[in-house]
């Protein structure tokens, strides 16, 4: 069974950097699959951040690629997002996630339990 | 970018009737790449349909997506006190990978 289980600060100062991490077991995270991360602002929808695949691709939301960066630890089994200079708008319940099944970019089939990253002074 | 607008916003039912939802993209979505999912109050999303039309995975036959290039519908067919939930769209042809905003389906 996959399972994902993100970690990191729960507050964030504005203008500093959001770092999150992405705990994987059940699967090799070099093995396939993408790996990426999703957000969510308190009662809106979501928003896809970006994805790594196969620990050498990155693909990215343009409205965000200027301050994201998606990074593997396959040593670790790991993933981790770093979003900069980060303002409120960027207070989310932030999930990391798997796809690729089913074609293309493919279906997310398996997410993290979320956490929320409050950005506040 | 891949604009999915989902209507209607919510959809006041009671339980045993029939849920129809909608979900329109602003161009032609390559190969049915559309996936729906539904998401319950403090849980994260769960993959219900890929593809526009195959089931995930222990999702009960009531579901049923349809549709192809830009109009797709997810139905319910009979609607149970566990169905109540907000269902999102989301494409995976291109990226970005983009959601729609949401449908609300609410106890009337």
């Known amino acids: 069974q996959v399972q994902l289980q993100e970690s990191g600060p729960g507050l964030v100062k504005p203008s500093e950097t959001l770092s999150l991490t992405c705990a994987v077991s059940?699967?090799?995270?070099?093995?396939?699959?993408?790996w990426g991360w999703i957000r969510q602002p308190p009662g809106k929808g979501l928003e896809w951040i970006g994805s790594?695949?196969?620990?050498?691709?990155?693909y990215y939301n343009p409205s965000l690629k200027s301050r994201v960066t998606i990074s593997v630890d396959t040593s670790n089994n790991q993933f981790s997002l770093k979003l900069s200079s980060v303002t409120a708008a960027d207070t989310a319940v932030y999930y990391c996630?798997?796809?690729?099944?089913?074609?293309?970019?493919?279906?997310?089939?398996?997410w993290g339990q979320g956490t929320l990253v409050t950005v506040s002074s | 970018e891949i604009v999915l607008t989902q209507s209607p916003g919510t959809l006041s039912l009671s339980p045993g009737e029939r849920a129809t939802l909608s979900c329109r993209a602003s161009?032609?979505?390559?190969?049915?790449?559309l996936a729906w999912y539904q998401q319950k109050p403090g849980q994260a999303p769960r993959l219900f349909i890929y593809?526009?039309?195959i089931r995930a995975t222990g999702i009960p036959d009531r579901f049923s997506g349809s549709g192809s290039g830009t109009d797709f519908t997810l139905t319910i067919s009979r609607l149970e006190p566990e169905d109540f939930a907000v269902y999102y769209c989301?494409?995976?042809?291109?990226?970005?990978?983009?959601f729609g905003g949401g449908t609300k389906v609410e106890i009337k």
């Open positions: 161009q032609s979505i390559s190969s049915s790449y």
């Open positions: 790594t695949y196969h620990s050498r691709s990155t």
């Open positions: 059940g699967y090799s995270i070099s093995s396939g699959y993408y």
């Open positions: 996630a798997r796809h690729g099944g089913g074609g293309s970019y493919g279906a997310i089939d398996y």
């Open positions: 593809a526009a039309s």
């Open positions: 989301q494409q995976y042809g291109s990226s970005p990978l983009t």
